[in-house]
C-alpha cells in the first residue's frame, strides 16, 4: 500500500507570496499524482492531474511538478480565494494528509 | 449543468445499514469510472471505494472490504454504496466523485453525512 506524507501540516503566506507544498509517496507511482483544493463547507476541486497537468478552469499561477515519488504543489503569486487545505492522491486511491494554507 | 447529487445519509445505529445513491446529470454516466470518498468530521480526504464504467471491476479500501458494496445504474445514471455493519469511525461526509481524468477525479457532489452512533 502505498502512503503519501504531506509537509508541512500548515503554511502561513501572505497575500502575493509563493507557496510550495510537498507530497512524498512510499515509492514511485508512476507520474499517476493528483492536487486538489478544499475550502471549508466545499467538495474537493481538482487542481493538477497526472503531476503537472492543470485541470479546467485552474489558474496559470497553479503548477504542479515532480516524478517517481517527490511531487511539488507550487502557487506562483497567492490570491485570497487560494488559502484552503491541499490534499495529493497517487493512482485514483490514497490521498496525503492534507496541507493547509492560511494566511499570515 | 453538469450535477452529481447525492442523497441517502442520515443518522443509525452502529451495526445498521444505510444506502447511499449519487444520481448524475449534465454528461454522461456510462463511461467512466465513479468512486466514493469520504470525510470524517475535522479529518482528511479517505479514497473509498470505485467501479467500472460497466461494473465488472469494483475496489475497497481495506477498512470497508466486505462491509460495503458500491454499485452502479447505467441506464438510471446513479451510483450506489450500500453499507452494513456500519461502526462509529465510518462516520463522515461521502462524496460521490467521477474519474474523469487519467487517475484523478474531476467532478465531485457535495456529499451526504452519515453518522454512526447509539
Known amino acids: 500500500e502505498t502512503v503519501l506524507t504531506q509537509s508541512p501540516a500548515t503554511l502561513s503566506f501572505s497575500p502575493g507570496e509563493r507557496a510550495t507544498l510537498s507530497c512524498r509517496a512510499t515509492?514511485?507511482?508512476?507520474?499517476?499524482l493528483a492536487w486538489y483544493q478544499q475550502r471549508p463547507g466545499h467538495a474537493p476541486r481538482l487542481v493538477i492531474y497526472e503531476a503537472s497537468n492543470r485541470a479546467t478552469g485552474i489558474p496559470a499561477r497553479f503548477s504542479g511538478s515532480g516524478s517517481g515519488a517527490d511531487f511539488t504543489l507550487t502557487i506562483s503569486s497567492l490570491e485570497p480565494e487560494d488559502f484552503a487545505v491541499y490534499y495529493c492522491?497517487?493512482?485514483?486511491?490514497?490521498f496525503g494528509q492534507g496541507t493547509r494554507l492560511e494566511i499570515k | 449543468e453538469v450535477q452529481l447529487v447525492e442523497s441517502g445519509g442520515g443518522l443509525v445505529q452502529p451495526g445498521g445499514s444505510l444506502r447511499l445513491s449519487c444520481v448524475v446529470s449534465?454528461?454522461?454516466?456510462?463511461?467512466?469510472?465513479m468512486i466514493w470518498v469520504r470525510q470524517a468530521p475535522g479529518k482528511g480526504l479517505e479514497w473509498v471505494a470505485s467501479?467500472?464504467?460497466?461494473?465488472?471491476?469494483?475496489y475497497y479500501v481495506n477498512s470497508v472490504n466486505g462491509r460495503f458494496t458500491i454499485s452502479r445504474d447505467n441506464v438510471r445514471s446513479s451510483l450506489h454504496l450500500q453499507m452494513n455493519s456500519l461502526r462509529a469511525e465510518d462516520t463522515a461526509v461521502y462524496f460521490c466523485?467521477?474519474?474523469?481524468?487519467?487517475?484523478?477525479?474531476?467532478?465531485w457532489g457535495r456529499g451526504t453525512m452519515v453518522t454512526v452512533s447509539s
Open positions: 515509492q514511485s507511482v508512476s507520474g499517476h
Open positions: 467501479i467500472k464504467p460497466d461494473g465488472s471491476e469494483k
Open positions: 449534465g454528461f454522461t454516466f456510462s463511461p467512466y469510472w
Open positions: 466523485a467521477r474519474a474523469g481524468l487519467p487517475w484523478a477525479f474531476d467532478l
Open positions: 492522491q497517487q493512482g485514483g486511491s490514497s
